[in-house]
C-alpha cells in the first residue's frame, strides 16, 4: 500500500490527465493521416491503444486527487505540430510520471497492480511507435533507456537473479508445475541442448499436457525473440512434449506470432500465482472500437503442411504420438491408431 512518502496522487494526475487526451488525440490523426486497412495504420492505432489501456489501469490504481491541493488538472491534450512533436511532448509527461515511481517503496504495490509497470508498458508501445511513424525518429530525447517493462522490483535482490542466472525463475516455475500435479526435473539435457525444465503429470489426464519441456528467461533488459523460440520448440517436439515459455521480459511481435501459432503456453511471472497452468493464447484484444469478428487464427496462421506430405498417413502436427489438434482453438483428440490412415509410414514393411 502506497505510504507517506508516495508521490501525492495530484503529482501523478497532473501529468496523467493531458497524457491520456494527448495520446487519443494522436490515434484520432493517424486514422485520418495513414491509409485506412493498412498494415501500419493498424499496428500504429493498436499501439497507442495499449498505451493507453496501460494509462488508464494505473489511473485506477493510483488513489484519488486530492481536490484540496492548488494542483491545475489539465483534461485538453498537448497541442502538437506533428509526431515527432506529439511523441516529444508524450514522453516528457511520462518520463515525470516514472521520475514520480523512484519514490515508491517496492513493496507498496503488488507487481502486477504496480503504477510503474503500466507506465513502463506504455514506454515500450511508444518506443515501438517510434518504427511505424513516417517522419520520427528512432530515439527518444526523454525516454532513451528501454529497460525492459518487466522486470519484477520486489524481487530483484533475491539469489538466482543476476546477469546469466535463471535459477529463481526456474524454481518458480517447478514449484508451481508441482502444485499442478507434476513431478519435475531442472536443468536437463536433451540430445546435447540444456533444458530448464521437464516435467510430466503424475497422474496422466491423457492430454498433450502430461508432458513438459520449459524454458525460463528471467531478462531484464533483452526481448525474446524468435531464435529462442525455434530452439525451445526443437527440443519440446524432440521431446514429444508440450513447449512451455515462463518469462519476466517482453516478447518481439515475430516471437510472439510463433508462440502462439506453435502454441507455446507463455507463462508470465504473476501466472505462477494460478490453481492451473495457464492456457494457450489464441488471440489478443483489438485496437478497434467495433470490431466485433472473433478470431480464431492461430491454427489458420500456422499453415499446414507441405502439399507433398499433406496426405501422407501419419504426417500431421501434434506435440505427443497419439494426439491431433481439433478445430480452431487449442483442442486436440486422441488418435485411432488402428485405423490405417492414421498408421507410420512403414507400417507392414
Not at 500504429?44 to 484519488?64: D, F, G, T
Not at 533475491?158 to 536443468?187: A, I, M, P
Not at 529462442?228 to 518469462?247: D, E
Not at 511481435?253 to 494460478?274: D, G, K, P, S
Request: glycine share 4%; proline share 7%.
Amino acid at each position: 500500500m502506497p505510504t507517506d512518502n508516495t508521490p501525492i496522487p495530484n503529482e501523478y494526475y497532473e501529468q496523467l490527465l493531458p497524457l491520456l487526451e494527448t495520446i487519443d488525440a494522436v490515434r484520432r490523426s493517424i486514422t485520418d493521416d495513414l491509409p485506412a486497412n493498412t498494415e501500419a495504420n493498424g499496428k500504429a492505432r493498436r499501439l497507442l491503444h495499449e498505451s493507453h489501456q496501460s494509462l488508464r489501469e494505473a489511473k485506477q490504481i493510483l488513489p484519488e486527487p486530492d481536490p484540496g491541493a492548488e494542483i491545475v488538472h489539465n483534461t485538453t491534450p498537448d497541442e502538437f505540430d506533428d509526431y515527432e512533436d506529439a511523441l516529444t511532448q508524450i514522453e516528457h509527461r511520462l518520463e515525470r510520471l516514472l521520475q514520480y515511481t523512484h519514490q515508491e517503496h517496492p513493496d507498496e504495490y503488488r507487481y502486477s497492480e504496480s503504477p510503474k509497470l503500466k507506465f513502463d508498458i506504455a514506454r515500450m508501445c511508444l518506443a515501438a511507435l517510434r518504427d511505424l511513424l513516417p517522419a520520427v525518429g528512432d530515439e527518444s530525447k526523454h525516454l532513451p533507456d528501454r529497460t525492459n517493462a518487466r522486470t519484477t522490483t520486489g524481487y530483484n535482490h533475491v539469489d538466482g537473479r543476476k546477469q546469466g542466472d535463471g535459477r529463481w525463475l526456474e524454481y518458480q516455475l517447478s514449484r508451481s508445475l508441482k502444485r499442478w500435479g507434476y513431478d519435475v526435473e531442472t536443468r536437463q539435457t536433451v540430445f546435447s541442448l540444456e533444458v530448464d525444465v521437464v516435467a510430466k503429470r503424475e497422474d496422466k489426464q491423457h492430454e498433450p499436457d502430461d508432458w513438459i519441456v520449459a524454458q525460463c528467461k528471467d531478462w531484464q533488459s533483452r526481448t525474446i525473440t524468435p531464435g529462442t523460440i525455434f530452439r525451445l520448440c526443437l527440443v519440446a517436439f524432440a521431446c514429444r512434449a508440450m513447449p512451455v515459455l515462463c518469462h519476466t521480459t517482453e516478447l518481439t511481435r515475430r516471437a510472439e506470432e510463433l508462440a502462439r501459432q506453435f502454441e507455446v503456453r507463455v507463462i508470465e511471472l504473476e501466472a505462477l500465482e494460478r490453481a492451473e497452468m495457464p492456457a494457450l493464447k489464441v488471440t489478443k484484444p483489438t485496437g478497434d472500437l467495433h470490431d466485433w469478428d472473433v478470431e480464431h487464427r492461430v491454427r489458420e496462421n500456422r499453415g499446414s503442411l507441405p502439399d507433398h506430405f499433406e496426405h501422407e498417413p501419419g504426417k500431421r502436427f501434434s506435440y505427443v504420438p497419439g494426439f491431433e489438434p481439433v478445430g480452431t482453438q487449442s483442442e486436440y483428440e486422441p488418435i485411432d491408431d488402428s485405423l490405417p490412415d492414421d498408421s507410420h509410414p512403414a507400417f507392414g514393411h
